[in-house]
């Protein structure tokens, strides 16, 4: 755009049209605002609708002319009347001849300012053409011709403003230069009244110009608004183009024969057919096509007809598809047509593909009611399941039996072995849970390592016992879970459904005691509840509750029992134990409450304070005497026990090797690369390992070879039948000449009689403790001890073997 130089007048004029003035010329003379090209095809628009009127305008201006002549013909005005008829007719032609042309063409989208100003011109000339008509003939005429004159004047000026309204400039001018022909008229007239027709035709001049552009303005506004609307639709064009393109819906519409109307090529894919075919039938047939064959398709079907008879319109019909082997679900929106006489002409609406949504439903439906780790039924279905069958009346109800199934030493797994193990382990004890179950049975995770069973048509106690005993024969086997061996352990509490009333809670808390029972009594049983179980589990709640500020006050302490060799007699180390008095539970024994603290995760801090307390005590004593620490298999399996120890060493000045950490064979239930590392960097350290109660457990002789071991503790328990069984001679007699070999040094637990002693001598075992030589002392009484122990009397009794025993070979 073309900008014009800045000059005095320009500012001037441009301070004028941004003032009062230029504000009301604008908005009484303006009849409209738009920009190029909308401009042109106003423009255009306004030419049309003068061009509209030109035949009815130049005959009504034939007419008047030939009034004109044929009134005043035969005068002293026939030269005049003769030019001025043949400029009428040429003016008329012109206009004739811009309309015929206009026609031809079907008219012209746009208009420059040049067309309106050329019709604008043309206006001017004819207005002054028939303005100089009366001014030439008005006053040499006659009474009657006069009023002639001024009637055609007068008519002329309205008539001719009225058809140039939609062009009001061109109008104006036509009136204006009409008007001031009119007015000469009058001044050249000599008559009274001259003063009152002259105002009387301002008025009407006046009235004509304000008409012409107060139509000019609605002619405007109509045309703005149709813009407007145009540009709207084209808007809208677009976005249903672009909808139909890339959305995910799908536009539809039917007719009053409900056949599918202006078919798209998205609707034709839906279907999978071409658009012929889908409006050469209705869309019930149509949509029997894809339906799903079975009932629930018939239903949908039946569903749609019913809702599009009902004429009321409707949201989100559900709708499935069958389409390349897979059913989609669509949601399907649509409102009634109706024809101008109300009647109903069709639908019209949108379809959704909900597939997605309508799977994520599902999914969540089955979270729901499902665990998503195994699959197995959740705690929210299992406890409905448990709910109706307490509802339940008859026979069927009284042969159930509920389990709560617990794994021993989960959290051991989770902690070495990492959480994907651990899920992987879940997940392989749910299929072995549901393959050791029936199909009427329903097996349940309610949460971390916790499964619940409801055991169908069993008649007694004891036969829902033996299921379950058969149940954990198939569970305990070891299983390899992401490369790693992991050992299955599980405890069950049993409890019967009880044949009339009965509470889901009440249910689940008795097969939960009883669960703790058998926890309790070492793990890997099944336990059926008894009343008293429930002193039991709140026993185990408080001693847990204690045990969270037993630290803190004091109440834990360390007791020491010496360790003798046997061939010279001398105390060689004392293995530290843990006690714990309360002042309300009283003196509580380190097997009950060291499973609390394992479960409660109080395990870590505790063995830390053992550790460091036992460094400390082991620094009183002479510098040959060491000092074993249980450890825990949570801590033997942890990574930060070897910083630990380390940190135990250094605060309380203790050599490395006086330390002893005793670990049990339950760590070796997981196959942890990671455990070993840490047995190895704790014995590369300075500090040895021992295996403690050896023989009990699992499977451990690999390790004896994986990992070499300072000392093999014997289990009491061998000890104990060590005078009355052959088969436990010939085991502890096995494992004294397994260390022999591996190099490992041999301590026997639970010594308590001289006869003991002797043959575990005699076998080659190298120490023992037990109650032959003390029992567990409190810290302040281990020097007081070691200085008796020197002049106490060695037993030299011969081993007294019962009747019938003869010695195993090599016992001498």
């Known amino acids: 755009m073309t900008m ?49 009127l030109s035949p009815l305008t130049m005959l009504a201006n034939g007419i008047n002319a030939v009034l004109i002549v044929g009134a005043f013909w035969g005068g002293s005005s026939n030269g005049f009347l003769l030019l001025w008829a043949l400029a009428i007719a040429f003016l008329m032609w012109r206009g004739m001849r811009v309309w015929w042309r206009t026609r031809r063409r079907d008219g012209r989208s746009s208009a420059s300012p040049r067309a309106i100003r ?108 149709e813009a407007e609307a145009a540009h709207q639709n084209e808007v809208i064009g677009l976005l249903l183009r672009d909808f139909e393109e890339n959305a995910s819906d799908v536009l539809w519409e039917i007719d009053a024969d409900a056949r599918l109307c202006r078919v798209s090529p998205k609707l034709a894919a839906l279907f999978a057919a071409p658009a012929a075919d889908l409006t050469a039938a209705p869309i019930f047939d149509v949509l029997a096509r894809v339906a799903p064959d079975d009932e629930r398709g018939a239903h949908q079907l039946e569903a749609f007809r019913h809702r599009l008879r009902s004429g009321e319109p409707f949201r989100d019909a559900s709708l499935a598809i069958a389409r390349d082997g897979r059913l989609h679900w669509w949601a399907v929106t649509a409102k009634p047509l109706l024809d101008a006489q109300g009647r109903p002409a069709g639908w019209r609406g949108v379809a959704t593909d909900i597939t997605k949504a309508h799977s994520a439903k599902q999914q969540l439906t089955w979270l729901a009611h499902f665990d998503a780790l195994t699959g197995l039924t959740n705690r929210h279905q299992f406890r409905g399941r448990l709910t109706e069958l307490l509802a339940a009346e008859g026979p069927a109800r009284a042969q159930c039996a509920l389990l709560c199934l617990d794994l021993d030493h989960f959290k051991i797994v989770n902690d070495t072995l990492g959480h994907a193990v651990g899920d992987g382990l879940l997940q392989e004890v749910a299929r072995r849970l549901l393959a050791g179950t029936r199909r009427s049975d329903t097996v349940a995770r309610l949460g971390g390592d916790e499964f619940a069973i409801i055991l169908r048509g069993v008649a007694s106690i004891d036969e829902a016992t033996l299921l379950t005993q058969r ?3 198939g ?106 008095r309360h002042a309300e539970l009283g003196e509580v024994p380190p097997a009950e409450f060291v499973p609390v603290a394992e479960e409660a995760g109080l395990i870590r801090a505790i063995g830390q304070w053992v550790m460091a ?77 021992a295996l403690d109660d050896f023989g009990t457990g699992y499977s451990s002789l690999a390790y004896l070879r994986r990992f070499p071991f300072d000392t093999l503790k014997i289990d009491r328990s061998f000890v104990r039948e060590l005078m009355s069984r052959r088969d436990s001679q010939a085991i502890v007699k096995m494992i004294i000449g397994l260390a022999g070999t591996l190099r490992m040094k041999i301590v026997a637990e639970g010594v308590e009689e001289p006869a003991q002693a002797h043959m575990l001598e005699r076998y080659g075992c190298d120490s023992m403790q037990g109650y032959l030589v003390a029992r567990p002392m409190p810290a302040d009484r281990v020097a007081g001890f070691l200085a008796e122990w020197e002049h106490l009397p060695r037993p030299a009794a011969p081993v007294a073997l019962p009747s019938g025993m003869v010695p195993l070979a090599g016992a001498a």
């Open 471 to 473: 149940l954990l024969e």
């Open 118 to 225: 050329r019709a604008t011109l043309h206006a001017s000339l004819l207005a002054m053409l028939w303005a100089v008509m009366p001014v030439v003939l008005f006053p040499h005429a006659g009474p009657a011709h006069q009023l002639l004159v001024t009637a055609i004047t007068t008519g002329m000026m309205c008539a001719g403003g009225f058809a140039l309204a939609t062009t009001p400039v061109a109008g104006t001018a036509y009136v204006l230069i009409l008007g001031a022909g009119a007015a000469l008229m009058l001044v050249q007239a000599r008559f009274p009244l001259v003063r009152v027709v002259g105002a009387l035709v301002a008025v009407y001049a006046y009235i004509v110009i304000a008409s012409v552009w107060s139509t000019a303005r609605m002619f405007g506004a109509r045309l703005m608004a």
């Open 475 to 580: 569970m305990n086997a070891r299983c390899e879970v992401q490369g790693a061996m992991v050992a299955v352990r599980a405890s069950v509490g049993i409890t019967m459904v009880p044949s009339e009333g009965g509470d889901v809670d009440a249910l689940l808390e008795q097969a939960d005691l009883a669960l703790y029972a058998a926890k309790a009594g070492g793990g890997g049983e099944c336990r059926v509840f008894e009343p008293h179980m429930a002193a039991l589990m709140r026993r185990r709640q408080r001693i847990e509750q204690a045990l969270r500020h037993a630290l803190e006050r004091e109440e834990l302490s360390l007791v020491f029992q010496p360790q003798v060799d046997l061939a010279t007699s001398r105390v060689i180390g004392f293995e530290a134990l843990l006690r714990w």
């Open 4 to 52: 014009l130089p800045t000059t005095p007048l320009t500012s001037w004029l441009d301070r004028i049209r941004r003032g009062a003035f230029g504000r009301a010329y604008a908005r009484h003379f303006v009849a409209y605002r738009a920009d190029e090209p909308v401009a042109g095809t106003f423009r255009a628009r306004q030419l049309q609708a003068v061009l509209r």
């Open 613 to 689: 307390q036992a460094c400390r005590e082991a620094m009183r004593w002479p510098d040959a005497l060491s000092v074993s620490v249980n450890v825990s298999p949570v801590q033997a399996m942890s990574h930060d026990l070897i910083e630990v120890a380390q940190a135990a060493l250094h605060d309380s000045g203790l050599a490395a090797n006086r330390l002893e950490l005793e670990i049990t064979e339950s760590v070796f239930m997981n196959d942890s690369d990671a455990t070993l590392a840490v047995l190895r960097a704790l014995r590369e350290s300075g500090i040895r390992i």
